[in-house]
């Protein structure tokens, strides 16, 4: 069995020491895990955050919470991630999300697709990033996306890859990552209208019609 662990989602600060601060008392207090969101309102961008963190800190884990897939290409993400994994000594984990804001994508001149669609993109980026990490040539053909003959370097310190996380809600979302994650981020919230409005009816227990 494994241990229980506890994690914290932080935004941001002010200032690179507040940041830093930020990371040391989270490391402090006994928390396992810093993770950042992914937005693009008043957040900081994850993967720089995670490398300030984990430079603040001696045994914090850090990772995304979680990155929105349509906002990057998955050969972006898996190589930022193995650079990170490597930097760190083997403490990231990397979250991965299908995205839910439809006004982030509006502002980044981005189709605000379906959530099946979305979702369906998650899963072909999820493979790619994996079989990148795990090493060796990858040539993947897909309806989302086609890479020819692509090969990491440096390789991730964690193997077979970083633990990976899926978060999100809905039935596909949460196959998906039932198939394909090292963990789940169960959020029990499903955003609904371009992600302005949070449903958060499955979170009370109740089934409601």
Do not use: C
């Not at 994994?85 to 982030?104: C, I, M, N, V």
């Not at 370097?153 to 979302?173: E, R, Y």
């Amino acid at each position: 069995m494994k241990p229980f662990r506890f994690g914290v989602n932080v935004w941001g600060a002010a200032s690179r020491a507040e940041w830093m601060s930020k990371a040391r008392r989270v490391e402090a207090l006994g928390y396992a895990t810093l993770t950042v969101p992914d937005h693009l309102g008043e957040f900081f961008s994850p993967m720089p955050a995670l490398m300030s963190a984990a430079e603040a800190t001696t045994r914090l884990r850090v990772g995304t919470n979680v990155l929105n897939n349509d906002l990057r290409h998955p050969v972006l993400v898996a190589r930022e991630a193995a650079t990170v994994d490597r930097l760190t000594d083997g403490r990231l984990q990397l979250g991965l999300g299908a995205g839910h804001t439809k006004s982030e994508y509006d502002e980044a001149g981005l189709p605000y697709d379906a959530g099946a669609l979305r979702v369906e993109r998650l899963a072909e980026a999820v493979t790619i990033i994996k079989a990148l990490l795990e090493g060796g040539a990858v040539t993947f053909a897909g309806r989302h996306y086609r890479v020819t003959g692509h090969r990491l370097h440096p390789p991730p310190v964690q193997q077979p890859h970083p633990p990976i996380l899926i978060g999100g809600n809905g039935p596909a979302l949460l196959s998906l990552a039932a198939k394909e994650a090292d963990l789940v981020g169960l959020s029990g919230i499903t955003f609904r209208e371009g992600g302005t409005k949070a449903d958060v009816s499955r979170m009370d227990g109740h089934r409601r019609g």
